[in-house]
Every structure is written in C-alpha cells, then in structure tokens.
C-alpha cells in the first residue's frame, strides 16, 4: 500500500456547507453517552442454495432517542432506520414489500444494479398502505455497501428524515478473500450519519424545519443513537459509513488525528486503498474504512469528530494484536472503452432554493428526458453552475448503474474516487466527467442527492433501451394519482396538501 497519507477533505473549500447562510451547525450532545445502535442483520424468511426470500416491512414506530418522550417514526423491520439486509451476489432475491405506513411509499435500492423504474423502487413504484408487493432480481454486481431508502416524489425527503433508511450489503467471494474485518457488529461496524432537530416531546417536525436547500438539525444521530460510544475489542474495525443525511455533507476526523485507510467507496471496494486523516461524505456516499487501533491500551478513548462535534467515542478495550497488512491491489475495475460516435452527454445542475433545476427543467414523472442504450458506454459532464461563493456542492446520483469518475475539471477525480460511484459531490463551477453504461434495461431517474433538492425538481430520468426494445412501454405515476392518493391516505382536500418539493413548483408558477 503506498505510504502517502491525504490529509485534507478533497472539496473546494468555499463550498463547504458551512458558509451557507441556512446552515445549521452540529451541537455537541448534552444527552449521556449511549451505546452505539447497530441494527441487526435481517433474517431470510426462506433460503435455498440458489435463492433468497426477504420481507421487508416499512412499519411505524416509536423510538427512545433522548430521555423522557419516545420520538415517533418510521422504519423497515423495525422503529426506525431499519435491519441490515445482505444480499449474496448471484443469488435469485425475491423480496416481500410490505406497507404498513399510513401512506404510501416506495422502496428504492440506492446502489443495487437492478432494472428500473419498478423493482429500482423510485416514485414509478408506489406500494399503498396496507399492500404489498413483489419484486425478484438477480444481483451481479461486485460486494458493496448500499442502502434502502423511501423515493415517492416529491415526498423523498420527508419520509426518508422519518427514518425510513436501511443498510444493505452485496456480498462476494472477491472481498471474501480480502484481509478485511467482516464480523457484524463486532469489528465490522455500520456508521449510518443523520441529523435531525427535537422539537417538543423530542418529535421531529419537517415540515417546520423545512428549508428548500435541505433540512438539517443541530443534533446528530449514527444508527439512530444520540450520543454514542463503541466499545472496541479487536484491533482494527471496519466502519461501513453511510451519508444518510437528506442536506448534511459530513467531514470525518479522528482525535489525534488518527490515520485510516479507505478501502471501499459506493459502488464496492476500491482498486487500491488510500491512507488519510480526513474524509469528506456528500450525501448518500458512502466510505468503508479500516481503522487500527493499535496504538491504543485499554482505557483510552478515541473520538470521532464531524467538523468540530464530536461523534462517536471509541472505548478501548484488551485486545489481541493483529499485524494484517492490506494489500497494495485489492480488486480489479472494469473499465471499458468508450463506445465510438457518441457524444458526451451533458448534465446542467443549477441553481438554489426552489429554483433547482436538471437541464432547465424541473422533473416531471411522465416525461423521459434522455435515452442510452443498453451496453453503450457513455462519458457524461456533470456540471453545477452555481457561483463558487454561495452555491453548494450537489451530489449526483444515478439509479441502476455504477459510474467511474474520469475527471473533475479536467484534473484527476480525488484519491478516493477510483471505484465504483453511484454518487458523486459536484463542486460549484466545477464539470465532472463520468462514464457510464447501463447493464440492464429499464428507465431510471438521476438526480441531486440533497433530498429536498430532487424532491424540488433537479432530476431527470433516462431510458436505457435495447435494440430489439426500443420503446419499452411503461406505467409511470402521475401527480394527480399521487395527489389522490396522499389526500385520501391523510385525509387532508387536495388543495390543502402538503409536500416540501411542491413548494419549489408553486414558487416557481409550474405544475409538477
Ligand atoms: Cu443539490
């Protein structure tokens, strides 16, 4: 492994969200320390050497965050937040949706190479309260940390601040062979990073703390925990750590600034792993990292640190001395050529508040903006327009595929950026060139990954054909249906409804 250590957070700077005016920054907690959460792994209703069955319920619930009043949420198999699920890639997955929520709601595979719009899970794929539904995929995609998360538009945002997230695994013989921690919940620990504001008998309120440019709240949660320690027994730990955050854009350090080594980003496990002190998350990326503690003796305590907040603290305990060395080469990148003849395709994210837009345009759910075709090879500029001073960095995301980053203005991606993405921060004034292929047809959405941003319309969604397909015909949602829908479900006239992202319409005098 090269001996170079990185030792800032890539991003420009100007743009850190800690500029911008509605920025609300973390407090640390006044709540005692807890025990970090992790949420257990879900248990297969039915497996077979070549399938695995699964239900996965978004139920409602209540959960003890704070002292006193429990907080109301949501959450998959479980009050908030939601089981790890692990899918073993080229097993056939079947899984049960089920809707136990008040409204409806749809279950998005964020990272899954799996075909679109509808066992993808975006806002094409509602599943009413009270029903279920089925979806089956085959997964060949290589080990990785993704994630479930609710996607009905324009009501990501508030759902998804409920608590309906979820980790998901892909496993594979590759990284099973590789010198890494893998004993769940032991030394091999999911990070899941929100924030949120307690109001009143420590409920949450979205649509009081509502802002167009992403909610935030001053306290910070990791696996829904408040406050929370981790008591650590083995000498190096594997955090898979997730943005789950709907505006927040965390900057992780360790005290003393301790050194880590990436070795896993959204789309899998990097080609080589990078040492660093300091690593940047925009939301819903995702880092693995491996952290030896070795140079600790029980009693210590190492903290982690978002900006100057502390996080999480590490308390060492005995352990046994381990001398793993990683590799220099840990797997190997497909990265094929470009398919002669085709241009780069070219995606504008621009502006702030209710006017984000993709391409000039707000999203629409009956309108398909762009077509590839299925096997073609793609480089698309991703470009945010917004001013140095004053913008905000956007994370791009794309359904159904995993991208590599080429560049970023024409230099080289960040060190950490040389696996696979399914999102990537895009600096203000900055093109960031990927390459893209998608393996499976389908129609799939891409988009800012700052909720309340989608949820306000900078997305788009593509068509991804095939030659003996050319015009898939598919039932996509319209927002009369949606609108029904929710007013019936929440017994509220339409004209009285309200959803965060429609704001961002009105004010703009459009319709969604
Ligand atoms: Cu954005």
Not at 36 to 60: F, H, M, S
Not at 80 to 92: A, D, N, R, S, Y
Not at 401 to 423: A, C, L, M, W
Not at 495 to 503: I, R, T
Request: hydrophobic share 35%; charged share 25%.
């Amino acid at each position: 492994m090269s001996d170079k250590v990185y030792t800032d957070y890539f991003f420009d700077e100007p743009a850190f969200n800690t500029h911008d005016g509605g920025f609300v920054p973390l407090e640390e907690a006044k709540a005692p320390q807890q025990p970090l959460n992790i949420p257990p792994l879900l248990k297969p209703d039915k497996e077979t050497a070549t399938d695995t069955y699964y239900t996965v319920a978004a139920q409602p619930g209540e959960t003890q965050f704070l002292p006193g009043a429990k907080t109301k949420t949501w959450g998959y198999n479980n009050s908030v937040l939601g089981q790890t699920i692990v899918f073993e890639k080229g097993k056939h997955i079947h899984v049960t949706l089920k809707n136990e929520l008040p409204e409806l709601t749809t279950f998005h595979w964020h990272g899954l190479d799996v075909t679109g719009p509808y066992v993808d899970g975006g806002c094409h794929a509602p599943v009413y309260p009270g029903k279920s539904s089925q979806i089956d995929f085959t997964l060949d995609q290589p080990a990785a940390t993704v994630w479930l998360h609710a996607h009905p538009c324009p009501e990501t945002g508030s759902q998804v601040y409920h608590g309906l997230a979820a980790m998901v695994l892909v496993k594979d013989q590759v990284e099973a062979k590789l010198p890494f921690p893998r004993n769940w919940g032991v030394d091999d620990i999911p990070l899941i990073l929100q924030d949120r504001r307690f109001h009143d008998d420590n409920q949450w309120n979205y649509r009081e703390d509502y802002d167009p440019d992403g909610v935030q709240g001053p306290t910070a949660l990791v696996n829904g925990t408040v406050n929370p320690y981790f008591d650590v027994k083995t000498q190096r730990v594997r955090f898979r750590i997730l943005d789950g955050s709907n505006r927040r854009e965390w900057r992780l350090h360790f005290g003393d600034n301790l050194t880590f080594t990436q070795v896993g980003s959204d789309g899998g496990i990097m080609p080589a792993p990078v040492k660093m002190t300091k690593l940047m998350l925009t939301c819903a990326e995702r880092a693995e990292i491996i952290v030896d503690f070795g140079n600790y003796k029980p009693g210590d305590e190492v903290v982690l640190y978002a900006d100057n907040v502390p996080l999480v603290h590490f308390r060492i305990h005995e352990f046994a001395p381990d001398h793993t060395q990683l590799p220099e080469h840990l797997v190997d990148i497909n990265d094929p050529e470009v398919t002669p003849g085709l241009p780069v395709r070219k995606i504008v994210m621009s502006g702030m508040d209710e006017a984000v837009a993709l391409n000039g345009k707000k999203f629409e759910m009956q309108r398909i903006d762009a077509r590839q075709k299925v096997g073609d090879v793609q480089y698309w500029d991703i470009v945010n327009s917004n001013d140095k001073e004053g913008g905000m960095v956007h994370p791009f995301h794309m359904h159904g595929t995993q991208f590599t980053v080429i560049s970023r203005n024409g230099h080289e991606p960040y060190p950490n950026e040389h696996g696979y993405k399914d999102t990537v921060g895009v600096n203000p004034g900055e093109t960031v060139r990927i390459k893209v292929r998608f393996k499976l047809p389908g129609l799939y959405m891409y988009h800012c990954h700052i909720i309340e941003h989608e949820d306000g319309g900078m997305m788009a969604q593509i068509l991804a054909y095939t030659e003996d397909n050319l015009n898939p015909h598919y039932k996509l949602m319209d927002m009369d249906t949606l609108m029904k829908a929710f007013s019936a479900e929440r017994g509220v006239p339409m004209d009285k409804l309200w959803m965060g992202g429609m704001e961002s319409y009105a004010k703009m005098g459009m319709k969604m």
